[in-house]
């Protein structure tokens, strides 16, 4: 099966018109008036002036849309530099790394800014897709600057229109004195030694003037030039001058499902400085390096980044491949006799469980919980247990599906999404869900529990399909031309993970906290295509999966053989909130270290062990295992480090159960954690 998913916005204007049309894909969900209750959220309104030709539905989580909240001059990782766009223009560095026990933050410093010596009326987004967004500055009496924005380029690339390019810094710049330098190749040095390189499609002059940051043109400019700041002092410039004609001005992502295999296909599209020649040249990070499939390597390493050290790719196109998880209802093991009565009590204990949660969140964590009680109770052959759960599940979430709970969920006619009604007044209610922050995580659940009752009964699923696929158009929406949701609303493509964070703006950019979470999610997408018959959402929530795992044990599982966080980073053994520009050993909610850990691990669904690295297990649980005799750990905590042991010592993390001393997490139950301790494979080493 192929989904072609084309992730492009319309390109609007300006110096792109001429761009090529790419395919439309199919529609796997219908883009639908959404059948909730309609409001407009109070919290925070869209400012036109900046999100420019953008509109409703917004992408609220982009990894870029910080440069269109808040006066827009927040800090983004583009990769491999972080940068600010703000009025004056853009600034870009190469950020320098301070790592502690605690995070590892980069430094930003006014390195580059690229504007004029004319100044700037205004400045508002272009255009974005996938893989880029597009700033465009206005003259104040003509002419214009504009930059695509793309993740992974060692160059940043501006075209004038009419105005005189001034460059500025707060180091010095090293001159060779007043005169002017004309060319279309300028090698740049600031008093720190770092180097630079500014090509320009046509000859101009840079004039060296008395204020040792700032280099202007002597006239206006009409043409493109882009800028590479070099990396290391070894770095051979000749990789640059051979690849920088070729340039990006944006970029699709294409996925594809065949034989158990992902491919995730990043098509840039690109146009050149002068004539034709030279490959486009783009930088990988450390997840990409590992799936590419025939990519032509360059500039091994070269690029420090939070993320790792990236690597050059050359050509336009990537195509990355990946094993797909191959779990779906249930880990697909037999329990032994002792393990299913075990399990089987325990399930006959809990079948009557309610949910009676106010919020999204712990209604869903709830909810979904039920469903594991379900779904078990399927596996155990326990069929009339199976439909009384079943049935308690439809009476709790019928509320939420309809409209009518306290707190119901409503459709924000402002910015394009589903948030909750208190929300929609507070920002910080619902764990900031008014703010389009965590809903992957909150409605991840709810699309869980609704595939658990889908599963058994497809009548259900058809009468309440409307209200259910809203939810999930919500955070996994398949589709670019929906009009009323954004697709893939957290999928950062290029990062390989997602943005929880939403409206709210930070100093270090963008963050997700509980990657485990954000994989239980597409999961639930993944099993609500299966219970549907819908094999196309079933392959595109299967795929963003497997995205999203590849990304937790690259960025957030840190193994000792692990060389992404450079020490004293590296002592911890997980990433607690990873941030677009820092990382930290920590969480939201408190720095107790069975926070940390087991945030990345909740709430324990048969997905799970997928995204579970053995080795990462195991030395996780060295720090934590010593937790297990502390009175000040709650049990609930407790218990989900003993379901941890279970990836390595399935017979002590049995016998741990026994000695729960209280109630587990309101998203976990004593039939889950049986069962899932009693299905768990003999680790790796045996």
């Known amino acids: 099966m192929v989904i072609e998913l084309d992730t492009s916005a319309a390109k609007a204007n300006l110096s792109r018109a001429d761009m090529a049309a790419a395919p439309i894909p199919p529609n796997i969900l219908p883009a639908t008036e959404p059948s909730f209750p309609k409001c407009c959220t109070v919290c925070t309104t869209p400012c036109e002036a900046l999100w420019g030709a953008c509109s409703r539905p917004y992408r609220t989580n982009a990894w870029w849309n910080p440069a269109c909240l808040e006066g827009g001059d927040w800090t983004l990782g583009q990769l491999p530099y972080n940068i600010k766009v703000a009025g ?5 560095c190469l950020p320098t790394f301070v790592p502690s026990e605690k995070n590892i933050f980069g430094v930003f410093l006014d390195s580059l800014r690229i504007g004029t010596e004319e100044g700037f009326e205004s400045r508002n987004v272009l255009c974005s897709d996938a893989l880029s967004f597009t700033v465009v500055w206005r003259g104040k009496t003509q002419g ?10 060692p160059f940043m690339t501006f075209t004038f229109s009419g105005l005189t390019p001034m460059l500025s810094s707060v180091h010095a710049i090293s001159t060779p004195g007043d005169a002017g330098i004309s060319g279309s190749r300028f090698l740049v040095e600031f008093n720190t030694g770092q180097r630079w390189i500014m090509y320009t499609s046509r000859d101009l002059t840079l004039k060296f003037n008395s204020n040792p940051g700032r280099v202007v043109a002597t006239a206006p400019f009409t043409g493109v030039i882009r800028i590479v700041i070099l990396p290391s002092e070894d770095c051979p410039l000749d990789a640059f001058d051979e690849h920088h004609n070729t340039y990006p001005i944006g970029g699709d992502v294409r996925l594809s499902e065949k034989e158990n295999r992902s491919s995730v296909e990043f098509v840039f599209e690109t146009m050149e400085m002068r004539g034709s020649g030279g490959d486009l040249l783009m930088m990988a990070l450390p997840h990409h390096k590992t ?3 025939n990519a032509r390597l360059i500039l ?6 939070i993320k790792g050290r990236m690597t050059g790719v050359l050509g336009s196109t990537w195509e990355m491949e990946d094993d797909l998880p191959s ?21 006959l204990a809990e079948e009557f469980m309610r949910n009676d949660e106010h919020g999204p969140y712990w209604f869903g964590k709830r909810i979904a919980a039920m469903a594991r009680l379900a779904l078990i109770a399927d596996e155990l052959e326990e069929t009339q247990t199976a439909e009384r759960i079943r049935s308690r599940m439809k009476a709790d979430i019928k509320p939420w599906l309809e409209g009518t709970n306290a707190n119901p969920l409503v459709y924000d006619e402002l910015w394009g999404g589903l948030i909750s009604r208190e929300g929609c007044h507070d920002k910080l209610a619902d764990f900031g869900n008014g703010m389009y922050n965590d809903h992957h995580f909150q409605y991840g659940y709810f699309i869980y529990a609704a595939a658990a009752i889908g599963k058994a009964d497809p009548q259900w699923l058809e009468e309440n399909q ?3 696929l809203d939810v999930v158009r919500d955070f996994a929406n398949p589709n670019k031309d929906d009009g009323f949701f954004p697709m893939a609303r957290h999928m950062d493509f290029f990062a390989g993970h997602s943005w929880a964070s939403g409206l709210f703006c930070f100093q270090d950019d963008k963050n997700q906290e509980s990657s485990s979470e954000a994989v239980n999610a597409y999961y639930g997408v993944w099993l609500l295509g299966l219970a549907m018959g819908n094999e196309q959402l079933a392959a595109f929530g299967r795929i963003l999966t497997s995205i999203e795992i590849r990304g937790a044990r690259t960025y957030w599982q840190m193994k000792s053989s692990a060389s992404i ?13 990873l941030w677009g520009t820092k990382v930290d050993f920590g969480t939201w909610f408190g720095s107790n270290l069975e926070y940390i850990y087991c945030i990345q691990m909740l709430p324990f669904t048969p997905i799970s062990e997928a995204l579970f690295d053995p080795e990462w297990m195991r030395e996780a649980c060295e720090v934590l295992g010593g937790l297990l005799d502390q009175r000040n750990v709650e049990a609930s905590w407790k218990g989900f480090i003993r379901l941890a042991m279970a990836v390595f010592d399935k017979e002590r993390a049995w016998e741990e159960m026994s000695r729960m001393e209280g109630p587990h997490d309101k998203g976990n139950s004593v039939t889950n954690a049986l069962h899932w301790v009693a299905t768990r494979p003999p680790p790796p080493d045996k």
């Open 565 to 577: 966080y450079p020490p004293p980073f590296n002592v911890n053994r997980t990433v607690g909130i």
């Open 466 to 468: 409307a209200p259910i």
């Open 144 to 153: 214009y600057m504009e930059s695509p924005i793309v993740q992974g380029c």
């Open 88 to 92: 004056e223009g853009l600034t870009m």
């Open 300 to 305: 091994e390493d070269s690029y420090s980044t």
């Open 291 to 293: 799936t590419l499939s």
């Open 327 to 347: 779990i779906t209802w249930s880990p697909g093991r037999k329990m032994d006799d002792e393990s299913r009565g075990a399990v089987r009590g325990a399930l």
